[in-house]
């Protein structure tokens, strides 16, 4: 392959699948004790038969399917050897020959196309569990022949803020998936990195976890080898370790090619087939993704952009957005949702999902309706997340309703005005934000019920 850019970079993405079971055994995938969760075929004892777990295929597929793949018709599981505490077996179960599917891709926000080479099934080995300073390493293998997909992507990324990029994108697709579980599950890449002053020779950064790591991780190690030529040394193409600790990449050993594993075919599983019937059975199952979305939401809402791209991200706020948007002017429900109620979420430490939908709509009617102030709304919105009270029964039991009556306004906003000669001198010298001060005072006042608009307008008579 011909590079021209002065850095190259391709991704290979390991997502965990939130199934029940692990890839090839009916062992669970969540458990509490170390190497309690095992049996002799995600062990690899002598006898024992890998069967594929379904599920696992079906949110594989589903996947490939949402950055744009083909599946592939006829699929099979290799065994790719190496000798590693990790795994036990001394080889892994991947696909190699006839992955799952391939050619897809990603969009980046400026409209670049990353290619996906390949999306394939794998099982995960073991967990190494280092003590610090000690002399040994313990082995957990309950993570041993867990559910992952591997995505790997062409070298097509030119700089660490795109690798970043394609990463959220990529965990973006994934949520809306729901095949991944945020609580237990694991994401991790392997970077290649190559500059051209080294004639791209080619460096594997191993499991690292998070977009912003894979970002930092990529800026250090592209100054590494600028530093490292610089310095009269040769690149080599080598595996090296992510330490965030430091912000520094270790040499780990030299690279592998894809023949020192000696890759065949799994004798133990069977070549798999998807009809094409099935295979448009789980495409109907992907969901219209974030960018689609957020388009339709503008179009059909008459919606700020912003706003719905916030939307968007969140596939259950969306949703939850679409069906409030039935009972209340769309356009207000998406500036509170957007603001408002993720401000009272994140807060409260609460997901959308646990937000009343019949008791928002209520809330955002009050608002609509002028029933309530915005300041009043604001504060319903946090006690609504949080107590679950209806915000009109609040509102008549504690009397909360916004103040129309503009004698009673007038009256407060003189109170004001004869308690702070001050900063009424000071505003009629020309100082503006002295007729904020007064607004707010004024607000204080009528204790949040009067309407800003209206106190503006009676403060500015008042005020001559």
Excluded at 128 to 156: C, F, K, W
Excluded at 173 to 198: C, H, P, R, T
Aim: aromatic residues 4%; glycine residues 6%.
């Amino acid at each position: 392959m011909n590079f021209t850019s002065d850095v190259v970079i391709g991704l290979e993405i390991h997502v965990q699948l939130n199934t029940v079971t692990k890839l090839f055994c009916r062992c669970p995938t969540v458990a509490q004790e170390p190497n309690s969760a095992t049996c002799p075929v995600c062990l690899g004892h002598p006898g024992s038969k890998p069967v594929l777990n379904k599920v696992a295929l079906e949110k594989s597929t589903m996947i490939a399917l949402a950055i744009g793949c083909a599946i592939n018709p006829s699929m099979q599981f290799s065994r790719k050897t190496y000798f590693y505490p990790d795994m036990s077996k001394n080889y892994q179960i991947t696909q190699f020959e006839l992955p799952l599917a391939e050619h897809g891709n990603v969009t980046l926000d400026d409209g670049k196309v990353v290619r996906v080479k390949r999306v394939h099934m794998e099982e995960d080995p073991a967990a190494l569990v280092h003590q610090g300073s000690a002399d040994y390493t313990l082995v957990d293998y309950n993570r041993s022949g867990m559910p992952l997909v591997e995505i790997v992507t062409e070298p097509d990324m030119t700089t660490p803020d795109e690798a970043r990029e394609f990463i959220k994108k990529l965990m973006h697709i994934i949520s809306y998936l729901k095949v991944f579980d945020d609580a237990n599950g694991i994401i991790k890449a392997d970077a290649n990195v190559s500059i051209k002053e080294s004639g791209y020779t080619r460096v594997e950064i191993k499991n690292i976890t998070g977009a912003k790591e894979i970002e930092r991780a990529l800026i250090v190690e592209v100054q590494r080898q600028h530093g490292s030529i610089k310095s009269g040394e040769n690149i080599v193409q080598e595996t090296r370790g992510w330490d965030p600790a430091v912000g520094m990449t270790r040499s780990q050993r030299k690279k592998e090619t894809e023949d020192d594993y000696g890759y065949i075919i799994d004798p133990d599983l069977p070549t798999i087939t998807m009809s094409k019937d099935r295979v448009e059975q789980l495409r109907a199952l992907v969901p219209e993704l974030g960018g689609e979305k957020a388009t339709r939401l503008t179009q059909q809402y008459k919606i700020d952009a912003v706003d719905a791209s916030v939307m968007a991200k969140e596939r259950e706020l969306g949703e939850l957005f679409e069906r409030v948007a039935q009972h209340v002017d769309p356009v207000l429900a998406a500036r509170w949702m957007r603001r408002e109620l993720r401000r009272a979420l994140a807060a409260a430490g609460k997901d959308v999902s646990e937000v009343d939908e019949k008791l928002l709509v209520e809330l955002l009617q009050l608002i609509d309706k002028k029933t309530i102030t915005d300041r009043i709304g604001q504060r319903l919105v946090d006690r609504l997340v949080q107590e679950g009270i209806s915000p009109a029964k609040v509102v008549k039991e504690e009397g909360l309703a916004a103040v129309s009556d503009e004698s009673a306004i007038t009256t407060v906003v003189k109170q004001v005005v004869d308690a702070n000669p001050a900063v009424v001198a000071q505003y009629k010298a020309g100082e503006e934000k002295a007729f904020n001060f007064l607004v707010g005072q004024s607000m204080k006042a009528l204790k949040g019920k009067g309407s800003p608009a209206v106190i503006n307008k009676i403060l500015k008579v008042v005020l001559g």
